[in-house]
């Protein structure tokens, strides 16, 4: 199934299902009021949430509505916390100029409030640039502390998309927003694209409506999401409504030619990383002010699995 939450005017807004193609919403009043409430019960609220969402999905709900992916917060808009993983050995071998972030580091950040997918980003202090860091995560039900990877996975609640914003000139604040997809989907709304704490699907980045980036999350993830989880459960229980994030998706180089990178970069970072290696010098600046980008991923239908993220750096304002 699929859910998102709508704005209400509170901080955890309203929960709402929504159908498979997108298309139709209706809210899940009477079943949970929250997306946290629906975690926190899961084993008995997901059941009902899912009765409606094939009742969706045949066009039998009485009260459905056109879906609105504007008015969606975060699906989760608030959670008990963000860790974000280093999934992608490339992508940290390219930035970082070595090999050792095979393995796998974790690096906490603000759960406190997340942005919707078509929030506006408002950099902190007078940085004018910034970079984006596109890929995916999984929601969390309640995780047992010391779990096994290989069980980790059966954590997983739901996936997302999502893009992390970050100001190169102040790596020490972090990614000061993170930003999700429309709606937030279960694995098994995946069917075959979901396999072994992998999603098989080709992640699509448009930089001011320019494709930069298709490459395949599942290939070069050298740790999958059980991997993540496990890592975040290994000193304290983890508690549903925890967001685990695979950081950039990124490709291993195919070759060693002078199209190294077929597949493009899911962050500004690892295409100025791509340039030096193969150029000595960088010619890619960091996104700008009014400048967008698209972060999205489709089905073996063709279809838009989570809907699009796209969020702006707002104008600089007119000078006086």
Request: charged residues 20%; proline residues 6%.
């Amino acid at each position: 199934m699929k859910l998102a939450t709508y704005k209400d005017g509170s901080r955890d807004g309203q929960l709402v299902v929504v159908s498979k193609d997108l298309s139709t919403a209706h809210y899940a009043t009477g079943i949970a009021h929250t997306l946290q409430q629906a975690l926190d019960d899961w084993n008995f609220i997901a059941p009902q949430l899912e009765d409606l969402y094939s009742t969706l999905n045949q066009g039998k709900a009485r009260h459905a509505f056109a879906f609105d992916s504007a008015l969606c917060m975060a699906p989760l808009p608030r959670a008990h916390q963000w860790v974000q993983g280093n999934a992608y050995a490339s992508h940290h071998a390219l930035t970082r100029g070595t090999d050792a972030d095979k393995d796998l580091t974790l690096q906490w950040g603000s759960s406190a409030a997340f942005l919707g997918a078509t929030d506006a980003v408002v950099l902190p202090g007078d940085a004018p640039r910034a970079d984006f860091a596109a890929g995916w995560a999984a929601i969390t039900g309640d995780v047992a502390q010391g779990v096994a990877t290989g069980d980790a996975i059966d954590g997983v609640r739901l996936l997302a998309l999502v893009n992390a914003w970050l100001v190169p000139e102040a790596p020490q604040i972090g990614a000061p927003w993170v930003a999700f997809s429309p709606v937030a989907v279960t694995p098994d709304e995946l069917g075959e694209a979901w396999s072994r704490g992998r999603v098989h699907l080709t992640l699509q980045t448009r930089w001011n409506d320019r494709k930069v980036g298709l490459c395949d999350a599942a290939v070069g993830m050298t740790h999958h999401m059980g991997a993540l989880i496990a890592a975040v459960a290994a000193q304290r229980p983890v508690r549903a409504g925890t967001v685990v994030g695979t950081g950039p998706v990124s490709n291993p180089a195919a070759d060693s030619g002078a199209n190294r990178w077929p597949k493009g970069y899911h962050s500004v970072a690892e295409k100025r990383a791509m340039e030096m290696a193969m150029d000595g010098a960088i010619s890619t600046e960091w996104v700008a002010p009014g400048e967008r980008v698209a972060v999205e991923a489709r089905g073996a239908d063709g279809q838009s699995v989570w809907g699009t993220l796209e969020q702006g750096l707002p104008p600089l304002p007119e000078p006086q």
